[in-house]
């Protein structure tokens, strides 16, 4: 049996700033604050979603998001060699485009 919990006299600043990370997650502030408290407990509610699992050690994206060095690694590992410049391809474009040299 589902239980409804509830938490009175919440500052409004400490509100918004839920539902923006609710937002950046792209969750309901209900959802969120489910994720919040399940990851709180420990565990995971059975058949939980992935949007309001608590995140697994190392997999932070199970909760939308990752961080600037796992982007980093990724990019990484994906382009060993890096990409172009996005000025040298600008400026190809443009070049082909106006039939400069």
Same mark, same amino acid.
């Given at each position: 049996? *589902?239980? !409804?919990? =509830?938490?009175?006299d919440v500052p409004d600043d400490l509100a918004e700033r839920?539902?923006? %990370?609710?937002?950046? !997650?792209?969750r309901s502030l209900q959802g969120e604050?489910? *994720?919040? $408290?399940?990851?709180a407990a @420990?565990?995971?509610?059975p058949g939980a979603s992935a949007r309001t699992a608590a995140p697994m050690? @190392? %997999? =932070?994206? $199970?909760q939308g998001h990752k961080t600037i &060095? /796992? $982007?980093?690694?990724? *990019? /990484? /590992?994906?382009?060993? @060699?890096?990409t172009s410049s996005s000025v040298d391809l600008i400026r &190809?474009?443009?070049n082909s485009r106006y039939g400069d040299a």
């Open positions: 049996m *589902a239980v !409804n919990l =509830s938490i009175k839920l539902r923006r %990370r609710a937002a950046r !997650n792209h604050l489910m *994720a919040i $408290v399940e990851q @420990g565990e995971a509610a050690p @190392g %997999r =932070s994206w $199970v &060095e /796992q $982007v980093a690694a990724a *990019a /990484q /590992q994906r382009f060993p @060699g890096g &190809e474009m443009r």
